[in-house]
């Protein structure tokens, strides 16, 4: 097992990496304050992994939530479920709250954790790999809302975050291939040389390759906690982490949420940062195709969809948690391994990224 940390001061706490973890007592007994525990799942994760933890946690009181699977439910009511397991059987401000699943549970589950009597603890068990190497792992909880991805929520932070990477042997490989979608995002924007490791392992990695994938999980929650611990509230570095989002939420909310799955979306999203970057000067065309072949070798899409037009993504994108004043600001990439957030770009030539031929572009690498 390897152990990370986010340095939050008296917030601080560990990340945990390694197999079969769940049945690990120890690991969660330290983060547990009260008698009670509730355990959030949904119902593909909770017929798999349940189980293990009923085992580990036997000696506290269970409640068990289990909630209907996909993105298309990070909603308000669906969040009412949780609350109604909560109060149906008293909970009170001692609870600890077990997100058990992937990036839609985890934030729902930290956001009512959140909201209970004003606050309760609750711990991170992500189960696909881009809960594992992002959204466990920052504190960023919430729901959607039909005009736009993750507009409702609140920063609060985990007492921990248990990494067991066996879960993902039972990981469909479109979700396998989502979740190197965050991963590739580390190397682009602060890590150049994960990235190059990446080109060398990536096969590995959609292999399920164990050793890989440790080392994987723990580089890109590194990444992340070092953000992370110097701005926890996304005032300033942080916001680098949003590489490809801008334009990745824009089309998971115009096809619908759960249509693309979030990697995705954020696969395609980045080819446009990317391609923004290349006609601003600062990406060499060598550098924008480094980084669409590696998406394309992790079975990702790498072209947006054809119908969504300029306008289309646009209005998306102007219902940004990044934008000020109403400027669309972007994460784009200076050099590989960096990355900025600006509104300072001419305005054809964003227009010009979002009216690209990306099919095109594929072609002739």
Not at 139 to 165: C, E, R, S, W
Not at 201 to 223: F, K, Y
Not at 236 to 249: K, M, P, Q, S, Y
């Amino acid at each position: 097992m390897r152990t990370l940390t986010v340095d939050l001061a008296e917030r601080s706490y560990p990340i945990y990496i390694g197999t079969d973890l769940l049945r690990q007592t120890q690991l969660f007994a330290p983060h547990i304050v009260g008698r009670k525990v509730a355990i959030v799942s949904n119902t593909t994760v909770a017929p798999l992994y349940m189980q293990q933890l009923r085992e580990a946690l036997q000696a506290y009181q269970l409640t068990e939530i289990i909630l209907p699977d996909g993105e298309s439910y990070k909603n308000w009511e669906t969040l009412q479920l949780i609350f109604d397991g909560l109060l149906e059987d008293q909970h009170d401000r001692k609870t600890t709250l077990i997100a058990l699943g992937g990036g839609v549970i985890g934030d729902m589950t930290g956001f009512a954790a959140a909201c209970y009597q004003r606050g309760v603890n609750f711990i991170q068990v992500p189960t696909t790999l881009l809960s594992q190497v992002d959204s466990s792992v920052g504190g960023k909880t919430g729901i959607n809302h039909p005009l736009g991805k993750n507009m409702v929520g609140a920063f609060y932070q985990p007492q921990a975050v248990i990494i067991d990477t066996a879960t993902l042997h039972t990981l469909a490989a479109r979700e396998l291939s989502a979740g190197l979608a965050e991963v590739i995002k580390y190397g682009l924007i602060c890590d150049e040389p994960f990235l190059t490791w990446l080109e060398a392992h990536v096969e590995r990695l959609c292999q399920l390759d164990n050793q890989a994938l440790i080392e994987t999980i723990e580089r890109s929650c590194a990444a992340k906690a070092k953000v992370v611990s110097a701005d926890e509230r996304e005032s300033g570095v942080r916001a680098t982490l949003n590489l490809g989002h801008t334009f990745g939420h824009a089309i998971e909310t115009e096809q619908g949420y759960g249509v693309w799955l979030h990697g995705e979306a954020v696969s395609a999203g980045t080819v446009m940062a990317l391609q923004m970057s290349h006609d601003l000067g600062w990406l060499s065309t060598e550098q924008r195709d480094r980084g669409i072949k590696l998406f394309m070798r992790a079975g990702l899409p790498v072209v947006p969809p054809a119908q969504m037009t300029a306008d289309t993504f646009l209005t998306h994108m102007a219902v940004d948690k990044k934008n000020i004043d109403g400027q669309i600001r972007l994460v784009l990439l200076p050099d590989l391994g960096a990355a900025v957030v600006t509104a300072d770009y001419p305005a054809e030539t964003l227009r010009a990224v979002l009216t690209a031929d990306y099919s095109t572009i594929v072609d002739s690498l």
